[in-house]
T-cell receptor, first 111, second 114 residues
Framework: TQLLEQSPQFLSIQEGENLTVYCNSS?????LQWYRQEPGEGPVLLVT?????EVKKLKRLTFQFGDARKDSSLHITAAQPGDTGLYLC???????????FGTGTRLLVSP | DAGITQSPRHKVTETGTPVTLRCHQT?????MYWYRQDPGHGLRLIHY???????DKGEVSDGYSVSRSKTEDFLLTLESATSSQTSVYFC?????????????FGPGTRLTVL
């Protein structure tokens, strides 16, 4: 059973555009993590959000955790080709770090 | 860099043969995890370990066994590989943070079962 739904699955945009990726669930998470993965490599942690309503910024990336801790979003401002990759959200439902992953959003940013 | 290495990085094997994948960490982390990644499924937890000789099953543990005889090494064994176990396998460690723990991943092992 897939607890985390990510949308969109694929996104192809031009450099300079803004985009938002969504991660939704009916489950409550004690924490939620966002990773970026490039071909042939392991996922690399971008951010962890813990508190409902929390907003974290990482340069042009803004992450928000829903008030009810069931959903999260990733917003990228002025996307660049270097942002290309697979973005994964992962939720910790139990608080014991048995993560459940979304299926990912594959982003392609063209020059 | 969480000091995680995986070996081998690529392996091709035949159905019915045993396969062991190794995850090695250099920073004495207590928790280690094995995931598999398949198109349309994301990453799914196979087994995890919370200390030497302490392991537990994850979401997709059937057909897999693990062992942890030393803190630094976590082995994943496919006793008799099947084509459905063709996948990319990732090891992860758990690291404590200011508010919560976080997992960091190794580079992965691409396994093909013919």
């Amino acid at each position: 059973t897939q607890l985390l739904e990510q949308s969109p699955q694929f996104l192809s945009i031009q450099e300079g555009e803004n985009l938002t990726v969504y991660c939704n669930s009916s489950s409550v998470f004690s924490s939620l993590q966002w990773y970026r993965q490039e071909p042939g490599e392991g996922p690399v942690l971008l951010v962890t959000v813990v508190t409902g309503g929390e907003v974290k910024k990482l340069k042009r990336l803004t992450f928000q955790f829903g008030d009810a801790r069931k959903d999260s979003s990733l917003h990228i401002t002025a996307a660049q080709p270097g942002d290309t990759g697979l973005y994964l959200c992962a939720g910790d439902e139990t608080g014991f770090q048995k993560l459940v992953f979304g299926t990912g959003t594959r982003l392609l940013v063209s020059p | 860099d969480a000091g995680i290495t995986q070996s081998p990085r690529h392996k091709v094997t035949e159905t019915g043969t045993p396969v062991t994948l190794r995850c090695h960490q250099t920073e004495n982390h207590r928790y280690m995890y094995w995931y598999r990644q398949d198109p349309g499924h994301g990453l799914r937890l196979i087994h995890y370990s919370y200390g030497v000789k302490d392991t537990d099953k994850g979401e997709v543990s059937d057909g897999y066994s693990v062992s942890r005889s030393k803190t630094e090494d976590f082995l994943l064994t496919l006793e008799s590989a099947t084509s459905s176990q063709t996948s990319v396998y990732f090891c992860a460690i758990r690291e404590g943070g200011a508010n919560t723990d976080t997992q960091y991943f190794g580079p992965g092992t691409r396994l093909t079962v013919l």
